[in-house]
C-alpha cells in the first residue's frame, strides 16, 4: 500500500484549514528517521513513553518504538500528575514524547527528578525550547543518509516485551500489562479474518490510543491499507465523518448511542 493515503493531518491556523496526507511511504520513512535517532541517543531496548490525545505523532512514536524493540509505554492524558509521575517511576521510562498540551506536567515531574527519564521530546513547537518529534526526525534522517542502518535493520524479539500499558485499576494502583508484538500481531491477524476491512477505507481514530483496543485498531488499519484521520473533538463527530467520508470506525457502546 506504499502509495495508499495513511493519515490525514489537519493543521488549522484560525479559521485557515489546510490537509496534509501522509502515505504509507512516507509513515515508512519517517519511523525509520526517528528510529534512527532514537538508537543513535541510546534508547536501543530502553523504554520510552507516549502521553497526549489521539494524533499523527502518537502512532507514529508508538510503531517505532514496536519495530525497533524499544518498549512502548502508552499513558492516559488525563491522569493526575502524581498518577502520571508514579506510572513514570513504575515503568522505568527513559524517554517521553509528550504533547505539549501537557507540557506544565512533563516540567513540574522533570524538576521533581524522580523517574529515570532522560529524554524529552515534544509532539510540537513549544516555548520551552525543548526538542519536537520534528526536529528528531530531521537529525535521524541525516544519520540514516550517512549510512547507519542499524535501526533499519533491527530484527526484535516477537516474544520480548514490546508494550507495557497501565490497566485503569478497579482496586489501589493501576496494573501494569506486559504485551509481546506476537500478542498484538495474533490480535491483528484475528481480526483480519473476521471483518470486512478495505484499502479504500477511511477510518477515523475515535478510541483513545493509549487503551490497547485503541491502539491495536490503529494497527489492524494499517495492516489493511486503510486511511486514517483523527477527530477534532466528540462534540465535532457529526462534523467529521461528512468532513472526511469516513466509511469506518471502531467504537464503544457509549460512543454509538451518542452518535445515534
Same mark, same amino acid.
Not at 493515503?5 to 496526507?21: C, D, L, P
Not at 509521575?85 to 521510562?93: C, G, P
Not at 524529552?120 to 526526525?137: A, H, P, R, S, Y
Given at each position: ?73 502508552? #499513558?492516559?492524558? &488525563? #491522569? ?115 471483518? &470486512? ?34 477527530? &477534532? ?28
Amino acid at each position: 500500500y506504499e502509495n495508499n493515503i495513511a493519515f490525514v493531518v489537519k493543521h488549522q491556523e484560525g479559521k485557515n484549514k489546510t490537509y496534509e496526507n501522509i502515505t504509507y511511504k512516507e509513515f515508512l520513512e519517517q519511523i525509520n528517521s526517528l528510529g534512527t535517532k532514537l538508537y543513535d541517543i541510546g534508547l536501543k531496548n530502553k523504554r520510552i513513553a507516549i502521553l497526549g490525545r489521539n494524533r499523527y505523532e502518537w502512532v507514529l512514536g508508538h510503531v517505532t518504538n514496536l519495530l525497533g524493540g524499544m518498549v512502548s509505554i502508552p #499513558l492516559d492524558k &488525563d #491522569l493526575q500528575l502524581e498518577e502520571l509521575e508514579n506510572s513514570l517511576i513504575r515503568s522505568k521510562a527513559e524517554c517521553i514524547v509528550f504533547d505539549p498540551k501537557l507540557m506544565d506536567a512533563i516540567q513540574e515531574i522533570k524538576k521533581n527528578g524522580k523517574t529515570e527519564l532522560k529524554h524529552f521530546i515534544c509532539m510540537d513547537k513549544n516555548e520551552q525550547g525543548i526538542e519536537t518529534v520534528e526536529e528528531v526526525l530531521n537529525t535521524g534522517k541525516v544519520i540514516l543518509e550517512k549510512g547507519n542502518t542499524e535501526y533499519v535493520d533491527a530484527d526484535p524479539d516477537e516474544n520480548e516485551m514490546g508494550i507495557l500499558l497501565f490497566t485503569s485499576g478497579t482496586t489501589s494502583q493501576s496494573k501494569a500489562v506486559m504485551l509481546t508484538s506476537r500478542n498484538v500481531a495474533s490480535n491483528i491477524y484475528a481480526m483480519l479474518c473476521v471483518e &470486512d476491512i478495505r484499502e479504500t477505507d477511511t477510518n477515523i481514530a475515535f478510541l483513545p490510543f493509549h487503551h490497547i483496543f485503541g491502539s491495536t485498531c490503529m494497527l489492524v488499519m494499517l495492516a489493511c491499507g486503510v486511511k486514517t484521520v483523527f477527530p &477534532d473533538g466528540l462534540k465535532y463527530i457529526k462534523q467529521n465523518l461528512k468532513e472526511y467520508k469516513v466509511t469506518i470506525f471502531v467504537g464503544v457502546p457509549l460512543l454509538v448511542e451518542s452518535i445515534y
